[in-house]
């Protein structure tokens, strides 16, 4: 698991803003990020669940609600965790959601809203958290992108094109922030163990006319490493991201898909 992952020294006394870490993909990255001795914002739309996950992650462990469609949220929210971290150096922008729906039957609010988190979500925290790091000369961002930022995904067409924004943002922002000293990269998750990904099998197999197992089993046998891919799995490639290891890499959007996308 991520938490028996070597300590990097390079992780002694620094601090993350992790968003949607309650639940999830967010959740492990902060609990690999705590093992390797960050104190971790758990930062939440779900005040209630960020609380508990703080607790149960402890090492210093905070808990942090934020709406990161809102900018007068993430500016409180990066605030809060500045105040009671002290510092930070680590943004992991994740918060995420998905909804399925055929492209043709597609509705602007169900659109709006893919985009309003994952794509504005991303662009938010990125730049309010990125004045901070360029005014203090250091730092390091990682944005969850999707397998569904580098090829279309069936049914869910709104989030590939929210996704592969969060990609071109990540690459520009790259780009501008490198002279600075900061390095910006990406995670592209292939199908994850979550509450998520429980949502979309039930609704693909709705769509589809197929059973939920099948989702499941087809998606399995597509995947050369031939298994579900857990939170963890995830987790590990950000803290790469995050350490010295990867500190000539920026722009980059690494998949983490157990080999569908090569
Ligand atoms: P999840 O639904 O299990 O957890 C998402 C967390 O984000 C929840 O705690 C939720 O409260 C929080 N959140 C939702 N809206 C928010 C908002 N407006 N502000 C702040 N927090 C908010 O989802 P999961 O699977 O852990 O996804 C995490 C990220 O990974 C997302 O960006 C998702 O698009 C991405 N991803 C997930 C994959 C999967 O198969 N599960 C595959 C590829 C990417």
């Known amino acids: 698991t991520a938490s028996a992952s070597p300590h990097l020294p ?14 999830g993909i967010g959740r492990a990255i902060a609990e690999a990020l705590a093992a390797q001795g960050v104190r971790v914002a758990v930062a939440d739309l779900n005040l209630a669940a960020a609380t ?14 934020v709406d990161v469609r809102k900018r007068a949220s993430v500016e409180s929210a990066f605030q809060a ?32 809203f893919n985009f309003d988190v994952n794509t504005r979500g991303v662009f938010l925290t990125n730049q309010i958290v990125g004045r901070h790091f360029v005014a203090q000369g250091h730092g390091v961002i990682v944005n969850t992108a999707s397998l569904a930022a580098k090829v279309g995904a069936g049914l869910l067409a709104h989030y590939s094109a ?19 000293g900061i390095r910006v990269n990406a995670v592209c998750p292939g199908f994850v163990k979550t509450s998520m ?12 006319g197929i059973t ?10 597509q995947t050369p490493l031939g298994r579900l891919e857990t ?6 490639v950000v803290v790469f991201l995050c350490s010295d290891a990867a500190r000539f890499m920026t722009g980059q959007g690494i998949n983490v898909t157990g080999g569908v996308y090569m």
């Open 10 to 23: 390079e992780f002694a006394g620094k601090r993350a803003i992790v968003t949607g870490a309650a639940a």
């Open 52 to 65: 508990q996950t703080a607790a149960e992650i402890g090492r210093g462990a905070v808990a942090i609600e």
């Open 81 to 112: 965790a500045l105040a009671a971290l002290g510092g930070i150096e680590i943004l992991v922008a994740n918060a995420g959601v998905s909804t399925m729906q055929r492209a043709l039957d597609l509705t602007d609010e169900e659109w709006d």
């Open 162 to 180: 929210s996704k592969f924004a969060v990609l071109g943002w990540t690459q520009a922002f790259a780009k501008e922030l490198a002279a600075k």
């Open 197 to 208: 990904q429980s949502r979309e099998v039930i609704w693909e197999a709705e769509l589809r």
């Open 212 to 221: 939920p197992e099948q989702v499941i089993n087809e998606y399995v046998s």
């Open 231 to 236: 939170p963890e799995d995830v987790a590990g």
